[in-house]
């Protein structure tokens, strides 16, 4: 069976995060925040804007690893939660398909609204992203054009999610498993494309 | 006096696939993105002032909400502006606060649990020196705009820490 795509979203985007009487959400073995979007626009945006030539190249490459590290083990702990038993697991039928629901979870709770375009099992994957919060970060430039692709947060979870997907067992040390394979954005609709493009290869290949 | 309940509405846009909180685009992170933004900052300090543009960022972002909030509803007590800011710090999921005899001057602002130290302890266990950079920013955007003052007005130091093996976190706030 196929992933009902618009089925999952409908489903995980009920999906609540409440705090318990700590202040705290413990969810999926992570520990969850809700903060609004633009603060993480905001400190990715300055960071870059800080800093110029080689280190740019640093900075950026830290804030996607910031989300390469997150998706590695929150996607883990959402293709092993019950939430995902219940609305995705019995359309899963192999690996793929735990790709496609995870783009369909990814979409539903937020983070964009991605999709899998190309995939070559363990080679090769191209997301498309239409809409991602991290777009957003254009309207602070003149002329509301970021002056390169700043969709790190994007970059670092899908090529996380391929880790997941064909990097071997999940090792919650990060010391095996992860940084199997990168990703590059050549599209980006923070410097007027029309949406976000993200290709994820292994990490020899990069 | 009987404190207001902070109420945020919460709506999933199914067109552009966004959740909203209030007017605000919101988005569920792990305490792995906020460690590691933190890390970044205090990694960075030889390059850029790291720490400063997270706290101020932070400052920033939760003194536009507040301030957004108490305008939408009509809220002009600061003791009710700044029990409201202490829900929002827990609804974020950010942890606990607590205000130790705050004023306009400043007060204490200690801290049960937070999201970050939490975090950064079961990711990389006790840390060498305080780390909830978030926390502060947060706490200096609570109370600017608890006093009508503008962002920068007040110097947030955590002088106590849970990500450094202490049982509650505490910051000195003060003009």
């Known amino acids: ?206 | 006096m009987i404190m207001a309940a902070l109420k945020l509405t919460h709506r999933f846009d199914a067109d552009s696939c966004r959740h909203y909180v209030g007017d605000l685009v919101s988005v569920l992170h792990c305490h792995h993105y906020a460690t590691l933004f933190t890390q970044l900052a205090i990694d960075s300090r030889d390059l850029v002032d790291g720490i400063r543009i997270l706290r101020e960022v932070t400052e920033d972002v939760v003194h536009g909400v507040l301030k957004g909030y108490f305008a939408q509803n009509g809220i002009a007590d600061a003791a009710e502006r700044l029990a409201l800011g202490q829900q929002l710090f827990s609804f974020y999921g950010m942890g606990k606060m607590s205000l130790v005899a705050p004023g306009a001057g400043g007060g204490t602002v200690e801290m049960g649990t937070a999201h970050v130290d939490e975090g950064w302890k079961k990711k990389w266990g006790k840390a060498a020196a305080p780390v909830n950079h978030i926390g502060a920013g947060f706490i200096a955007g609570l109370f600017a705009s608890a006093y009508d003052k503008p962002p920068r007005s007040y110097k947030v130091e955590e002088k106590q820490s849970r990500a450094m093996g202490a049982d509650k976190s505490v910051f000195a706030v003060s003009l």
């Open chain 1, 1 to 206: 069976m196929a992933i009902d795509r618009n089925k999952v979203i409908a489903d995980m985007s009920k999906v609540k995060a409440e705090p318990n009487p700590d202040g705290i959400i413990p969810a999926f073995n992570v520990l969850v925040n809700q903060f609004p979007a633009n603060f993480w626009n905001r400190f990715s945006m300055r960071m870059m804007d800080a800093v110029s030539g080689d280190i740019k190249e640093a900075v950026e490459e830290l804030l996607v690893n910031a989300a390469h590290e997150c998706g590695y083990h929150t996607g883990y702990g959402i293709i092993t939660s019950k939430e995902w038993d219940a609305a995705v697991k019995p359309m899963v039928g192999g690996v793929e398909d735990v790709l496609h629901g995870a783009y369909a979870v990814f979409t539903a709770w937020g983070w964009a609204k991605a999709e899998i375009v190309e995939l070559v099992p363990g080679k090769r994957m191209v997301v498309r992203a239409y809409d991602y919060y991290e777009a957003d970060i254009a309207k602070d430039y003149p002329a509301k054009k970021a002056p390169r692709p700043m969709a790190f947060m994007i970059r670092g979870v899908s090529a996380a999610f391929m880790d997941l997907a064909y990097g071997g067992d999940y090792d919650p040390a990060g010391q095996k498993g992860l940084y199997t394979f990168r990703c590059r954005q050549t599209k980006g609709i923070e410097v007027g494309d029309a949406y976000g493009e993200f290709v994820v290869v292994p990490s020899s290949e990069y």
